[in-house]
């Protein structure tokens, strides 16, 4: 599928490999992160999501914030938040939004 980063923050760590500046993540983090776009990237659609259960793939239901949006784990304590969006011929594009601390929300 087809990649965005709403965050260029985001972008620049997959790009690079990396932060810069200050480090929010540990370099595990980062590893993670680029290893889960890398999966996004590769897959046909959402649906195929599914398949990777190590994902937990989920739509995000509590928080009105996030109503429309869907997570992925980067581990047990963070997520990629991202919105799928459908185009023309069957085609989906995945906006990658940011990475959240792990709470207890669907």
Known sequence: MRI??????????????????????????????????????????????????????????REAKFKGFHSIRVNDKYRIIIRIVKEKYKIETIEISEIHELTDYQ
């Open 4 to 61: 965005i980063f709403k965050n260029e923050e985001l972008r620049e760590i997959y790009r690079r490999g990396k932060e810069t500046g200050k480090p929010r993540f540990s370099p595990e983090i980062v590893k993670a992160f680029i290893k889960k776009i890398d999966i996004l990237a590769s897959v046909e659609n959402s649906a195929v999501l599914l398949q990777f259960q190590s994902l937990h793939f989920e739509a995000l239901k």
